[in-house]
């Protein structure tokens, strides 16, 4: 377990926290005066390993070379110069700190980025961090690496096992695709239609962009189910209709080692190390496309339910009789911020090609692709 100390006085800023992967919808926008919960599950923080945050400078005032260097490719609105390492955790567990008057301000329902640091440590007054949590962001406090320092503490007890694949799934998180949405200032806490879960948006943005990068330019076939519903559609539309196709399948533990003749594996990553799950055999030669753990088990294993009500005790086989998840009215759309910051960063995007589909992402989300 790790504690997180102001590095100004060593004053104690959290309490124990395991690590976690980093979620890949922790620098998303989500719509319009959505409220957001929070990020990180309690107990927990993770780490940005790219700099983020201010000082940031226009793509125009960045050299290509140094751009490639950082791993960016492709043109974005600005780079940060803030430091890597920037860690993130819930705001309940966060101690001793304080906001900083001055710099609490934000956009339209709470606090944001703007200002610069907008927490400070109670003991000291140093500046360590920012809390957000204006509409359209998750909330969460994100810790400056260089103004906190880590100490590592004995607490056997507290501290989660690593999960085994297999664990994993009896044990493992699991993301519904759809989720309720909640909107500031609204008469109603929770609209009457369900959304797809900005999770799922966010995940699917991510492994959308490393499918074009694995198709070389030809079509891409994806298993039928949520997978087809997720990512079918944009994948038409974006890669020209000329054949041979290559095939994506999803593989991963507790799935039969079939397909070793796939071009492309959509595999998870392991919510606590981020590890990437590694097929064997011929697939051990496909691209393998992450999707975070939950969502992957959700379109791996989708869910069951049954047709009518049962009385008495629950038959062999039967999972449960209650009413299932509400699904989404609207079209499933990819969110094109995770879209684009995962594919400036694949080298695949040098590709003319798949440039053009980067240049025309405003045209894209317009014909409702994303």
Same mark, same amino acid.
């Given at each position: 377990?790790?504690?997180f100390?102001?590095?100004?006085?060593?004053?104690?800023?959290?309490?124990?926290?395991?690590?976690?992967?980093l979620?890949?919808?922790?620098?998303?926008?989500?719509?319009?005066g959505?409220?957001?919960p929070?990020?990180?599950?309690?107990?927990t /923080?993770? %780490?940005?390993?790219?700099?983020?945050?201010?000082?940031?400078?226009?793509?125009?005032?960045?050299?290509?070379?140094?751009? @490639?260097?950082r791993?960016?490719?492709?043109?974005v609105?600005?780079?940060?110069?803030?430091?890597a390492?920037?860690?993130?955790?819930?705001?309940?567990?966060a101690?001793g700190t304080v906001?900083?008057?001055?710099?609490?301000?934000?956009?339209?329902?709470?606090?944001?980025?703007?200002?610069?640091?907008?927490? @400070?440590?109670?003991?000291?007054?140093?500046?360590?961090?920012n809390?957000?949590?204006?509409?359209?962001?998750?909330?969460? %406090?994100?810790?400056?690496?260089?103004?906190?320092?880590?100490?590592?503490?004995?607490?056997?007890?507290?501290?989660?096992p690593?999960?085994?694949?297999?664990?994993?799934?009896?044990?493992?998180?699991?993301?519904?695709?759809?989720?309720?949405k909640?909107?500031?200032?609204?008469?109603?806490?929770?609209?009457?239609?369900?959304?797809?879960?900005?999770?799922?948006?966010?995940?699917?943005?991510?492994?959308?962009?490393?499918l074009?990068a694995?198709?070389?330019g030809?079509?891409?076939?994806?298993?039928?189910?949520?997978?087809?519903? %997720?990512?079918?559609?944009?994948?038409?539309?974006?890669?020209?209709?000329?054949?041979?196709?290559?095939?994506?399948?999803?593989?991963?533990?507790?799935?039969?080692?079939r397909?070793?003749?796939?071009?492309?594996?959509?595999?998870p990553?392991h919510?606590?190390?981020?590890?990437?799950?590694?097929p064997?055999?011929?697939?051990?030669?496909?691209?393998?496309?992450?999707?975070? /753990?939950?969502?992957?088990?959700?379109?791996? /294993?989708?869910?069951?339910?049954?047709?009518?009500?049962?009385?008495?005790?629950?038959?062999d086989g039967?999972?449960?009789?209650?009413?299932?998840?509400p699904?989404?009215?609207?079209r499933?759309h990819?969110?094109?911020?995770?879209f684009?910051d995962?594919?400036?960063r694949?080298?695949? %995007?040098?590709?003319?090609?798949?440039?053009?589909?980067?240049?025309?992402?405003?045209?894209?989300?317009?014909?409702?692709? /994303?």
């Amino acid at each position: 377990m790790i504690v997180f100390l102001c590095a100004g006085c060593g004053a104690r800023l959290t309490g124990p926290l395991s690590q976690v992967e980093l979620p890949v919808h922790a620098h998303q926008k989500y719509g319009n005066g959505i409220q957001l919960p929070v990020l990180m599950e309690p107990g927990t /923080f993770a %780490v940005e390993p790219e700099p983020w945050g201010h000082p940031w400078r226009r793509w125009d005032e960045v050299d290509p070379d140094e751009a @490639a260097a950082r791993g960016i490719y492709a043109p974005v609105h600005a780079v940060s110069d803030g430091p890597a390492g920037t860690v993130v955790l819930a705001p309940g567990d966060a101690r001793g700190t304080v906001l900083v008057p001055e710099r609490a301000g934000g956009y339209c329902c709470g606090l944001a980025w703007g200002d610069g640091p907008n927490l @400070a440590c109670e003991a000291c007054g140093h500046p360590v961090g920012n809390r957000i949590d204006d509409c359209s962001l998750w909330q969460a %406090v994100w810790l400056d690496p260089d103004a906190v320092r880590r100490l590592p503490v004995d607490d056997a007890e507290a501290e989660p096992p690593i999960l085994t694949w297999t664990e994993l799934l009896t044990k493992g998180p699991t993301t519904p695709p759809s989720a309720p949405k909640t909107r500031w200032g609204s008469s109603l806490a929770v609209d009457a239609r369900w959304s797809w879960s900005p999770q799922w948006e966010a995940a699917v943005g991510r492994a959308l962009a490393h499918l074009l990068a694995a198709s070389d330019g030809r079509p891409v076939t994806v298993p039928q189910g949520l997978a087809a519903e %997720v990512f079918q559609r944009a994948l038409d539309a974006l890669l020209p209709a000329v054949p041979p196709a290559r095939r994506a399948v999803l593989a991963g533990p507790g799935l039969p080692t079939r397909d070793a003749d796939a071009d492309i594996v959509i595999v998870p990553t392991h919510p606590q190390t981020g590890e990437l799950w590694n097929p064997s055999g011929q697939a051990a030669g496909a691209y393998p496309v992450p999707l975070p /753990f939950g969502v992957w088990r959700c379109m791996a /294993f989708p869910e069951r339910h049954l047709g009518f009500p049962i009385s008495g005790t629950m038959p062999d086989g039967v999972l449960r009789d209650d009413p299932p998840t509400p699904r989404p009215y609207e079209r499933f759309h990819a969110d094109p911020g995770t879209f684009q910051d995962t594919l400036v960063r694949l080298p695949a %995007v040098r590709s003319p090609w798949l440039r053009e589909i980067l240049d025309n992402l405003t045209h894209h989300q317009q014909a409702r692709l /994303f």
